[in-house]
């Protein structure tokens, strides 16, 4: 079974069964995912069973180009990161701190060597995170993991194979919406609203996704309701966020924050999740 082979903050493998319920007894022709991060609800709903064609997007070239190459050559994608796995794990903290900023610093030409950078840095770097800066340059600091699981051979070759059948996308999830119709489920992660000033942190990409783009998102939901088309929206239990939806009766779901850098960081907190199923 395929899980995601990258650490994504906020991820949705505990939302997978609740998502899955709401889909039995639907006729599901095509998945449609505008927000990829991971992969978890993708990874998650094809193990149980949801093994339609799909449409996998997000607004991040280099994660797109990531899931390309595994997709496309697993096999070079290992052979580029066992030299890096090995020698991150034989050395000492400076000698691991050292060939992480390397290879930060780095920029392979070849896809699969690119991908296996993103890979390294996401299962090294200080708390799993995925951040860029203005000119979109990865800049999360090293990490300090004892022994950091780099190279899973077998989960990228079972995530490879799920991925077989997938079209992937670097595109804005507008884009994508408007696509879908009758037969087609679109489940959407997007950046959260922040509950509150400090807890704002939306740089996946070189451009913050921003309060115009949640009215946006809001558009294209209520668009894909309009065209006959099963949807699942997840986001932040706010009250900003349940206005923006009205008429759209959230449930709250209770999500624990896997990647955080305190232990009571990562306690269930309420959550919202639209939708027309279920």
Known sequence: ?????????????RLVPTVAAGL??????????????????????????LRTPAILADAN???????????????????ALEPLAEA??????????????RVRACEPAAAAARAARVIFLNHTCYNGLYRVNRRGRFNVPHGRYARPRILDEANLRACAAELADAELRC??????????GPGDFVYLDPPYHPLSATA?????????????????????VR??????????????????????????????VQM???????????????????????
């Open 1 to 13: 079974m395929a899980t995601p082979f990258l650490k994504w903050a906020g991820g949705k493998a």
């Open 24 to 49: 039995e007894g639907l006729r599901v022709e095509r998945y449609i995912e505008p927000f990829l991060g991971g992969g978890a609800m993708f990874f998650g709903l094809r193990a149980l069973g």
């Open 61 to 79: 070239p280099e994660l797109i180009a990531t899931f390309a190459a595994v997709r496309d050559d697993v096999d070079g994608v290992i052979r």
């Open 88 to 101: 991150y794990l034989a050395a000492d903290r400076t000698g691991r701190r050292e060939l992480y900023y």
């Open 171 to 180: 595109a804005d999830f507008a884009e994508v919406c408007a696509e879908a």
């Open 200 to 220: 704002n942190f939306t740089a996946y990409t070189d451009r913050a996704f921003g309060w115009s783009d949640q009215e946006r998102l809001a558009a294209a």
């Open 223 to 252: 668009g894909l309701a309009a065209r006959g088309a099963w949807f699942a929206l997840s986001n932040s239990a706010h009250p900003a966020i349940a206005a923006l939806y009205e008429g759209l009766r959230p449930r709250v």
């Open 256 to 278: 624990s924050r896997a990647i955080n850098s305190k232990a009571n960081g990562r306690a269930p907190v309420a959550e919202y999740l639209f939708g027309n199923v279920g």
